[in-house]
């Protein structure tokens, strides 16, 4: 059984300790709106942009033409005939280098292309972002030799699909727990393992494998990545799974049995499997909340459509304020949600600045608001937001596919790191600087050497940074004139506010880690409500930021500034509303009742209902061996 400081050191050591560039977002949660890094944006190179438009115009054309996302809903299945149509298109090589045969589009246009593909069919988007966001075009781009991207960037980018295989039954958010091993032998590696949830594994021609080298003599061991064949003999899909949505994503259980994989296979060094995985996933990550701005952006328009046709005691159901607030939520969401996505792409391209912390804030609040989006539009549309395409269909109305929506948006709270796993991460890098000059005062294997040294350094750093904290440009009323418009809202307002409201966060962070010192970690809720509370504040700077850039373009401006004026005010209310939550909330009430729970104290109160589940343990044993199941590997041919 691995332990919890195990556990810790194994997901501490794969993370990148440097900052090597600036981050908005770090600088936020330092309580600095350095909002130099992010205003004016990055431009797009002009003939990159027209090589994304000219593809997205493709992809739009054919989208419209050939994707029936009815039918594949219906099927459970992607049709291999489209799966052809998007190779001759390109499509699974957008994030590829055109040196090795892909299109080598931005993240701009990437995740444009993404919105547009997950509208019209959920599982399609999770097909093409899971080959091109963690399958194995992104880690060997980053990682790989020139000889492994030679060898399987070119094929990847003709449509040879690719999954990534991390999760086992017993492993999810604790890599420590890692199962599948890689055992030297000789120049070769051989992978034994169970691997579950592999999206895209079903039909893959090529698989990303992490697994545990043990330490020998020669090997420094530890968890590794590999680039397998997905024919390769001893691996079989031994299941594929289904869901309460994506239903025509091809998501599977592979067992991989003495599968031979030469060491040249391996990506990176021995040790470096996690590190390589997260790092893909700084970028990678990009893809889910573009998804969530293409789902944004279609419930706006049946919201808007739907409401206006709709008339209920006397007036349109958009004209009463109970809908109309809803409505507002959602165009004022999906126009933030648009702006941290575009702005945290371009910042990827640009390469100025990390975006670790950034992309990791676009997903958990992009999965976030877009499940808030997708439960208010099925409030909107009433019993026929309940009710399935096919059956509004049946009776001659339009078939829109609200349930299915919130069916298939749910699963992006959990996709690449639950949200509470994204929290806790993304509060570790937001923390960061307290724990490089202090972090040996809190932690109890330190010796006293190590704690006056920490001792010294933390004195000198909150010396400087705390009297930053006292004031700033947010207390100037002339502050951020650019965002100051005749006959628009003011912007510059909210951005006062949020330079004041990152400090006063900044605050508040320290005064938890004087409160609980090293007991700051297990208090998941306090730093669960500073990471909201932070996403917030990020997404109203890139609100304001997108909304000047489309002024100053002569882009809808005004509209803009009205939709990022609306946001920021949301903001300010979710944001007040967790501040003093902070301090004054239920967590300790909740975790005495949690522990008199699972101590089945309450069990009492489960009686009186049958249970309708099935037999069998919480968690399937995964004995090593051969399978015993028929393999349903089912890689999509090729056209002639």
């Known amino acids: 059984m691995t332990t919890e400081r195990e556990a810790r050191r194994i997901a501490e050591a794969a993370r990148d300790p440097e900052w090597r560039r600036p981050s908005f977002a770090k600088e936020l949660f330092l309580g600095r709106l350095r909002l130099d890094l992010i205003h004016p944006r990055p431009e797009p190179e002009p003939a990159e942009a027209a090589d994304g438009e000219r593809f997205l115009a493709r992809l739009g054309a054919f989208v419209a033409e050939r994707v029936d996302g009815a039918a594949i809903e219906r099927d459970a299945r992607v049709p291999d005939e489209l799966i052809e149509g998007l190779r001759e298109l390109g499509a699974f090589g957008m994030r590829i280098a055109p040196e090795y045969g892909g299109l080598g589009l931005s993240h701009l246009a990437y995740g444009r292309a993404l919105a547009l593909v997950g509208t019209a069919s959920p599982a399609l988007g999770a097909l093409l972002s899971a080959h091109q966001s963690i399958g194995v075009p992104q880690p060997l781009s980053l990682f790989g030799t020139e000889e492994q991207r030679r060898a399987y960037l070119p094929r990847c980018a ?325 965002f100051r418009v005749s006959d628009h809202p003011d912007l510059s307002f909210h951005l006062r506010y949020a330079e004041r409201t990152a400090r006063r966060l900044a605050r508040a962070v320290f005064y938890g880690m004087s409160r609980w010192q090293g007991r700051l970690e297990g208090k998941q809720s306090f730093l669960g409500r500073v990471v909201d509370i932070g996403a917030e504040l990020f997404a109203i700077s890139a609100a304001c930021v997108h909304a000047e850039r489309l002024r100053a373009r002569g882009e809808s401006g005004a509209e803009a500034y009205q939709l990022a004026d609306a946001f920021c005010r949301q903001a300010h209310l979710r944001i007040e509303e967790l501040f003093p939550r902070l301090w004054h909330n239920t967590d300790r009430s909740d975790g005495r009742l949690v522990r008199s729970v699972i101590e089945g104290k309450h069990t009492w109160l489960e009686a009186g209902v049958p249970d309708p589940s099935g037999e069998g343990p919480w968690i399937a044993e995964t004995p090593s061996g051969p399978s015993p199941h028929p393999d349903l590997h089912r890689p999509v041919p090729r056209a002639s």
């Open 158 to 482: 003709a449509g040879a699909i690719s999954a990534f295989l991390l999760t086992e039954p017993d492993v999810g958010s604790d890599p420590a727990r890692l199962g599948a091993t890689a055992t030297p032998d000789g120049d070769d590696y051989l992978l034994d393992g169970v691997k579950l949830w592999t999206t895209n594994g079903v039909i893959a021609e090529l698989l990303v494998v992490l697994a545990s080298v043990p330490e020998r003599p020669g090997h420094p061991g530890g968890i590794s990545a590999f680039v397998v064949e997905a024919d390769s003999p001893g691996i079989t899909v031994e299941a594929r799974n289904a869901f309460m949505g994506l239903r025509g994503i091809e998501n599977g259980v592979t067992r991989l049995y003495q599968v031979r994989v030469p060491a040249a296979q391996r990506i990176g060094e021995e040790g470096q499997g996690l590190r390589i995985a997260l790092t893909t996933l700084n970028t990678g990550r990009l893809a889910l909340p573009a998804m969530c701005v293409g789902a944004g952006k279609w419930s706006l328009k049946v919201a808007r459509e739907w409401s206006t046709a709709r008339v209920q005691w006397g007036r349109p159901l958009a004209r009463h304020e109970a809908i109309g607030a809803k409505i507002a939520f959602i165009a004022a969401t999906t126009f933030a949600l648009e702006a941290m996505v575009e702005l945290s792409g371009e910042l990827a391209d640009e390469e100025r600045v990390d975006i670790r912390i950034e992309a990791a804030v676009a997903k958990l609040y992009g999965s976030e608001m877009a499940w808030r989006i997708a439960d208010e539009l099925v409030q909107i549309r009433g019993g026929r937001g309940f009710e399935t395409a096919d059956s509004l269909a049946a009776r001659g109305e339009r078939g829109v596919p609200v349930e299915q929506l919130l069916r298939d948006t749910r699963i992006n709270r959990v996709f690449e790191g639950s949200s509470e796993i994204m929290r806790l991460l993304i509060a570790r890098e937001a923390v960061d600087a307290h724990l490089k000059v202090a972090g040996d005062l809190v932690d109890p294997d330190a010796n006293l050497t190590r704690k006056r040294k920490a001792a010294v350094a933390a004195g000198g750093f909150y010396a400087r940074w705390l009297p930053s904290l006292a004031t700033g440009r947010g207390h100037l009323p002339l502050s951020y004139g650019d």
